[in-house]
């Protein structure tokens, strides 16, 4: 597969290049070059009980002349060693869960696939690769978790010291092994300030060979279309056309579900479910692109004012808004809402919500109301609700249960180094590292 800078599309790269650098040097994101194309009967011959068989066989094709299928096969099923289970809780409303990972999260799908393909690609060099990543709460520890004793590499999480919630700090600090926690004196954007100076220093870029692992690399994403192939092959003929709702951020989601559609993947409509932090739902009814500071909402994961894969759709369509009007149909939701839809839901079908595949769901009947057509609907769930239980057990008004992987995390004992936000103290302290 090859890939091109959405700022400069002359020049190709390989997959090596794309994963290793994650960001073109022209400051582009990386596009595939080319997609295949593959009819409506490949996606309803598709495994419907087997997602790492689904995954394997659309992965096979995306990399044949960049890794091996001996090599991938065992990437595949040591990645997504857990379920993605399609859940029916109302008439033509499916739930495709995709938080049964390690950290709860579907971040965990794009950080383990990319943790396994970059010990691939680095496997002949003989110095470590060691992985700077800022976080303000989940990336932390979805990457911590998936790069957890791969060979050869090590990582560091800079977080902000008592700016994440308690169970976020304890899901990055208790992972250990080749996994360190850096507990910064200062906020997330002094995390992100001090991760982009050290790869610009030479003093230390001389000593360790720098990567990150942030959310778009385009190993992140591929991954991320496989479930979309998946749920679609677990529909039976009676629920088309098919909706997709997405619950919506920084649009990496969205985005790799449109490539699974340039693929052949015959999805009718997606829906793009947002909370109030909505510039690309009011790109797509003004045809204008206006990044806004982000607001703070109970979906927090989807607090984006200027979402980084939106270059990425608009390049998917070459520009052509009309087409991507066909394709994506936008609604933003309040935390009112998104509260009013937990209760609800709970209510009627005794289905637990989180803040996140409740803004999912809400887009999702927003859109099967207003269509004229019949059509059946899936939404994503992307955390499973015990990460946010405060939240859920006000809502619902009664105790839930905790999954024995989180009670596990509270259980465990937090380790962090402390540094100041000052670059001086990470940098004296990655130089005096053996
Ligand atoms: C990251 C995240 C999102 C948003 O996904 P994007 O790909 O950034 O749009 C939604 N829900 C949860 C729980 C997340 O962690």
Redesign the pocket.
Known sequence: MKFYSTQQKNQLFSFAEAVLKGLAEDGGLFMPAELPSFSPVFFENLNPDSFSEVAFTIASRLLRNDVPEEVLEPIITEAFDFDVPLVTIEPDVAVLELFHGPTL???DFGARFMARITAFLVRNRNQPLTILVATSG?TGSAVGNAFFKVPGIQVFILYPGGKVSSLQEKQLTTIGHNITALEIDGSFDDCQRLVKTAFLDHDLTKKLCLTSAN?INIARLLPQAFYYCYAYAGLSERQRPVIISV????????TAGLMAKKMGLPVARFVAATNINDVVLKYLQTGKYEPAPMKKTL?N??D?GNPSNFARIVELYEGNIDKIRADIWGAPFTDEQTKWAMKQVFENTGYLLDP?GAVGYLGLKKFLNHTAQPAAGIFLE??HPAKFVDVVETIINQPIAIPARLKAVLAGKKQAVQLSNRYGALKAYLMSLK
Do not use: Y
């Open positions: 999260a579907f971040k989940d959310s619950p919506s951020g920084n649009f990496g989601n969205l979906s994961a989807m984006v996140h992307t955390a």
